[in-house]
């Protein structure tokens, strides 16, 4: 679809939405609008992008966070710590 179908305004480039109703143009903008934030939910970007949307960025980054943690793998977290206490062993005799 070109136009709104709702206002009738012509289509922005490639948005999906239409600016001032926030409505699809069409069912398939709408399919492809959701599998573009599912996407991105799983990235560093759409993280971002959601911090910087919230109205309360600090807690919004604490969420990311928390998410990010609760899937990363055991492994992995173990491999973080070993990690940290490594670099703390290091850096904590010099002061
Ligand atoms: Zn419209």
Redesign the pocket.
Known sequence: MKN??????PRQGEAYK????D?FYSQLDEILFEEQERLERNTFKGAVKRIRAAEDSKQALKNELTTVWRNTPLKTKIVFWTVIAFVFVLVVPIF
Request: one cysteine or more; aromatic letters at 0%.
């Open positions: 709104c179908p709702q206002c009738g305004q239409c600016p001032a109703c409505v």
